[in-house]
């Protein structure tokens, strides 16, 4: 058996350009997850949405729409829904990388209960401290439910074997990180928020220019695009033509 990795939509984020470094006023883009099947067991990357965030009346929900931001999921496009799709029990499911604690990137945590989180230790205590997870926006209430979680510092081969690899990309929030996989799909790194979309990877227009981060996600996103090899294929964190565009990315067994 070998490495497959299947990427998957939980929704769609749909808010003013300036929010995700795009010049139209409004924007629509995807909230990806992805699927890894590994010998030695199948880990997700990110692992979607709260299931609760498809009702309208959900307070998390309502506090972003405050923000002029919206978010809308459809019952299919649930973790749940995506692994069963796969023919994967969400039981079954041992590792779930963390890219960072973001209510898109960590929400569905419930419904992977079993699974072990994998996250950068800056990230996680940042989760815990109330002060910086108000001012990052890392809401415990999607992340705090009793998984075993391994906090890693830095590069990390999950499986030994060099086929998914942490790789600290700290700025977005203070741990933030991506991830690279080599599977039968071929070589990819999964970007996650490090950039949100491939134009940005080229003009460095990240969302609000006064945004103290910046400097950090330069540097990280230079590292990381430093990786690069000619069969390397980034895979940016809410690019709506990169989704629509990459075979890849629409998350079928062929
Ligand atoms: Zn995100």
């Not at 006023?25 to 995807?30: E, L, N, T, Y």
Request: aromatic letters at 8%; one cysteine or more; charged letters at 20%.
């Amino acid at each position: 058996m070998t490495t497959q990795l299947f990427g998957c939509v939980c929704g769609q984020y749909h808010a003013p350009g300036k929010a995700l470094g795009m010049f139209e006023k409004r924007v629509s883009v995807p909230l990806p997850f992805y699927v890894i099947e590994h010998p030695q067991g199948v880990a997700l990357f990110d692992c979607g949405l709260h299931t609760d965030i498809g009702n309208p009346e959900d307070p998390y929900l309502k506090g972003l729409r405050a923000y002029g931001i919206d978010v809308t999921t459809e019952p299919e496009e649930s973790v749940t829904n995506h692994l069963v799709r796969l023919d994967i029990d969400p039981a079954r499911v041992r590792w779930v990388v963390l890219s960072h604690l973001h209510f898109d990137h960590a929400g569905g945590l419930h419904q992977v209960p079993n699974a072990t989180i994998v996250v950068q230790r800056r990230e996680w205590e940042a989760g815990f401290d109330d002060e910086v997870a108000a001012q990052h926006h890392l809401p415990r209430r999607f992340f705090d439910l009793g998984h075993k979680v391994k906090q890693i510092d830095g590069e990390y081969d999950i499986f030994g074997d060099g086929s998914v690899t942490c790789i600290p990309t700290f700025g977005h929030t203070p741990g933030h990180q991506s991830l690279r996989v080599r599977s039968e799909q071929g070589d990819h790194i999964l970007v996650g928020d490090a950039c949100n979309n491939h134009k940005i990877a080229e003009s460095r227009h990240f969302p609000s220019p006064a945004d103290p981060r910046h400097a950090e996600m330069n540097q990280s996103l230079d590292a990381l695009l430093a990786l690069r090899d000619a069969s390397t294929v980034m895979i940016y964190g809410h690019d709506p033509e990169q989704w629509r565009d990459t075979p890849l990315l629409q998350g079928f067994r062929t």
